[in-house]
């Protein structure tokens, strides 16, 4: 099992960024997929989740309304779309995967089956 996330940067506050999760060894449409960050010398943080029906998304407030996840089951992929980034977006962003929620459901707190190596995004001010 594999996943790996990809386009992470430096980009200016304000600015965008189009994360994505490769994964490989399950098949996509049975695991609802999570993104998390963790900044340097902070806690992890989840950030969004998708079902595995792709019915329900989640976001923590610091990113409503700015970041957007959806997913390509056919393309096994997972993008997180970030828009108006701010200085405090800064952080290792991974991917996660789990097969234990139901396939109108997602989470973005706890543990999670897999996860993925994380891709680094920068936001300078």
């Known amino acids: 099992v594999q996943l790996q996330a990809s386009g992470g ?6 600015g965008s960024l189009r994360l994505t999760c490769a994964v490989s060894g399950f098949t996509l449409d049975s695991y609802s997929m999570m993104w998390f960050r963790q ?7 989840g950030v969004s989740c998708i ?3 792709g019915d329900t ?8 309304g700015r970041f957007t996840i959806s997913r390509d089951n056919a ?3 997972v993008s997180l779309q970030m828009k108006s980034l ?3 977006d800064t952080a290792v962003y991974y991917c996660e995967a789990d ?5 109108s ?10 996860r993925g190596q994380g891709t680094l995004v920068t936001v300078s001010s």
């Open 9 to 14: 940067g430096l980009v200016q506050a304000g």
């Open 39 to 45: 900044a340097p010398g902070k806690e992890r943080e």
């Open 51 to 53: 079902s595995a029906n």
């Open 57 to 64: 998304t989640d976001y923590a407030d610091s990113v409503k």
């Open 75 to 77: 393309k096994n992929t």
């Open 86 to 88: 701010k200085p405090e």
């Open 99 to 103: 097969s234990h929620d139901p396939e």
């Open 105 to 114: 459901q997602c989470g973005i707190d706890g543990w999670n089956e897999y």
